[in-house]
């Protein structure tokens, strides 16, 4: 039997370009930046067709998998159904009791934050990173640094605009560092991600005590985030304590996006900056 | 050679590429599986018809997955055409039957899924977490008599076996 042919030169070309690839990926080289907001944008026509055939397959395996997990949840809803009511009631009376002590102090109240919602077209599959990607961009004045919300709490912040589409980092990203307040003494931390499902609070300070249960939100230090948003709860406690999201990002379908101009990067268009830097300049 | 003939397994190729980054709903260790099913379609028509599949289709297809799911560019390319270079290196020792192309894809897939964990460890300078590899590679080995069996409905001319020919006069 003879030999296929394996296309003679092309495959250690393409190899040679894969490991070129790889290395510059690994440098964060600008060039890298710039051809994956370029490629993003040409294949997301592509992507939105293709996901208008398949939507009754998608939704089909997410209501399989909802039936799977909600199997044991009736008696467990049914419990927190009625903590919920007897917390209701005291939220109504604080509501009133701040709205009156707004009043007599003359308080600013915080200003409602303008928000878009844009849907999840792709989600990360690997050991690389924790993101999706949404189909709103430029076009809906969206900046680098706005932060995302998906249900009921933050999911991440927007890390890259292109023209139709933009890259959200997710809580859960290696790279994704957020000041919050952890309990009802708003105790100072920082809640990093590893890549895995509960990020963990680090930079708290010494003689602090996280209890499971504490509520985590944004402290607004810093400004990337406005301050309040709900993140989670603290999952377990120790010395990195884990934190268990409100959002649900393996099922992320639709994402908020506030313009929260305090925290975004208001860069100029990645072809300018590039340019500026001139061809063969490093990272 | 028709057109069709090589449009086929290119588009098998890069339409389970794209299905890899859709939002599915999966959790997020268990969603690396994914990008691991453009590996079937791959090893089945370059270990059945290499002529038909060119290296630039798992080249592609393996770039708009590293772009849609935001990994290092080039990782999914490289393992791709690794999974390419395997499948042409399966077509010299052809199996015959289901069982032993199955028994073949599994030993071609163990070595392509320590090849993409050695190379994910490399690029963070780190050991990386063997858990969803094995993962994928489970999934991956038991999901390949579905995707094959729906790939050789699509396969033009699917390679019978050879001793499915009377010679005239022997």
Known sequence: ?283 | MRASDQLVPALATGTLAVLAVLPWGLPADGRFVLPFLPVVAIHYWSSRHPERLSAAVPFVAGLVVDVLSNGPLGYWPLIYLVSYMLGVEAHRFPASGPAARWAQFTGVLLALVIAAWCVASLYHFAISDWRPFAWAFWVTALSYPAIAFVLRALDPAPVRPANDRLVRGV
């Open chain 1, 1 to 283: 039997m003879s030999r296929p042919q394996s296309g003679g030169m092309l495959v250690p070309v393409l190899l040679f370009a894969s490991v070129a690839l790889l290395v510059l990926s690994r440098l964060d080289h600008g060039y890298i930046a710039g051809a994956r907001v370029a490629i993003a944008d040409g294949v997301s026509p592509l992507l939105r067709t293709i996901m208008i055939p398949l939507e009754p397959l998608r939704t089909a395996g997410w209501a399989a998998a909802r039936m799977f997990e909600q199997a044991g949840d009736v008696e467990r809803l049914n419990n927190e159904n009625q903590q919920l009511k007897g917390w209701e009631a005291r939220a109504k009376d604080l509501e009133r009791q701040l709205t009156e002590l707004g009043a007599v102090a003359k308080a600013a109240r915080d200003v409602d934050i303008p928000f878009v919602t844009a849907r999840v077209m792709a989600t990360s599959a690997g050991p690389f990173a924790r993101s999706a990607m949404i189909n709103a961009g430029e076009g809906e004045a969206l900046k680098a640094g706005y932060p995302a919300l998906a249900g009921n709490g933050l999911a991440g912040r927007v890390a890259v605009v292109g023209q139709g589409v933009s890259r959200l980092m997710l809580v859960t990203d290696a790279d994704s560092r957020i000041p919050v307040f952890v309990g009802v003494s708003a105790a100072r931390a920082v809640l990093a991600g590893d890549n895995g499902a509960t990020p963990r609070l680090t930079f708290l300070a010494p003689g602090v005590t996280v209890n499971a249960g504490d509520e985590v939100t944004t402290s607004g230090i810093g400004g990337l985030f406005p301050r309040g948003l709900r993140i989670g709860a603290v999952a377990t406690a120790g010395e990195r304590p884990a934190v268990a999201l409100h959002a649900d990002l393996d099922r992320l379908e639709y994402v908020s996006i506030l313009f929260h101009d305090a925290g975004a990067s208001d860069l100029p268009p990645l072809e300018d900056r590039l340019g500026a830097r001139g061809p063969g300049a490093g990272p």
